[in-house]
């Protein structure tokens, strides 16, 4: 009987047609012809981290229960962030990847293979980080359960679909009508955000707050489809290293510059933000020792 591991590796490869070794793709875009997108990837490594421990810093006096489950939120994302570029850096999330007959990059070649070069791996972690924000904001509108964990699925299967829109082989038709269903699951969590969160945050006094994030957060989620759209992936206007620095650039300001705005509000534990010692208890009425 083969082994699991043999039947992962054969599934990846067959799912992935990835010809290309690792060490193949991480001497393409390290090797000296590609330093544009090796920076692309190593500075928000740098970001990520230094995003973590200013969270750390900032937060160092909290001591109220809900403004330290935002602070943990919010630091979940540069987690999952540092873990996604170094995944891109050390190329076990990149392949190369054949276009189906009609799409603008079918027959290119990168690195030796027959494909364009496919930073996967990106649209695989966007699935865990994007929930950490919408928690993250959810909480700071002050908004329920319900709402939250169902941007949180609507961004896990946006996500979804956007890694299978870049992974899709067999035509473009299906590439596209992938897209169109991830961007129909991105337009619900736009709603939450710009209807019921902003009344949310009204009402709950972050208000001011909220206005700076959801702005950033909007403007900036958008960014992302043209992005694909205009892309290799998509209509193959942009080469990949100009949408490796889109994506960055992007994820600068939907994760790090959102955190710190967050961060430099919840720190100062307002009224607004705090949910008194026995938040989140799993007994209620019973406050659990300090941590
Ligand atoms: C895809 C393609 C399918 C259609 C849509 C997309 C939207 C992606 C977004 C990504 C946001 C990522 C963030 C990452 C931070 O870690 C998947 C490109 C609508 C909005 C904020």
């Not at 709603?191 to 009344?199: F, G, K, P, R």
């Amino acid at each position: 009987m083969p082994s699991l591991a043999a039947f992962v590796f054969h599934t990846r490869g067959v799912v992935l047609q990835n010809g290309a070794t690792d060490a193949t793709l991480f001497e393409y875009v390290f090797g000296g012809d590609n330093t544009l997108l090796a920076a692309s990837f190593v500075v928000n490594i740098a970001l990520a981290g230094v995003t973590i421990l200013g969270i750390a810093y900032l937060g160092r006096n909290l001591t109220d229960p809900r403004s330290k489950a935002i602070t943990i939120a919010l630091m979940l994302i540069s987690v999952v962030s540092i873990s996604s570029y170094t995944g891109l850096t050390s190329a076990l999330t990149l392949s190369v990847v054949e276009m189906p007959p009609g799409h603008p990059a079918a027959g290119a070649t990168t690195a030796g293979q027959d494909g364009v070069l496919t930073m996967w791996g990106r649209y695989l972690t966007w699935t865990f980080s994007t929930p950490f924000i919408l928690l993250g904001l959810g909480m700071i509108a002050g908004s329920n359960w319900t709402k939250i964990l169902t941007t949180c699925a609507f961004t896990i299967a946006m996500c979804v679909t956007g890694l299978a829109a870049a992974l899709t082989t067999s035509s473009l038709l299906l590439r596209w009508w992938w897209f169109v269903l991830g961007s129909i699951f991105f337009l619900v969590i736009v709603y939450v955000i710009l209807v019921d969160w902003t009344a949310e945050a009204r009402r709950t006094g972050t208000g001011d707050l909220f206005r700076t994030l959801k702005i950033l957060t909007v403007v900036g989620w958008f960014g992302y489809p043209i992005l694909w759209a205009l892309g290799v992936e998509g209509f193959a206007v942009l080469d990949v290293a100009i949408t490796s620095w889109g994506y960055s650039i992007l994820d600068v300001i939907t994760k790090y510059v959102v955190t710190f705005v967050a961060m430099s509000y919840v720190a100062r534990e307002p009224d607004s933000i705090t949910g008194g010692a026995d938040y989140g208890a799993t007994v209620p009425g019973i406050t659990p020792t300090d941590d």
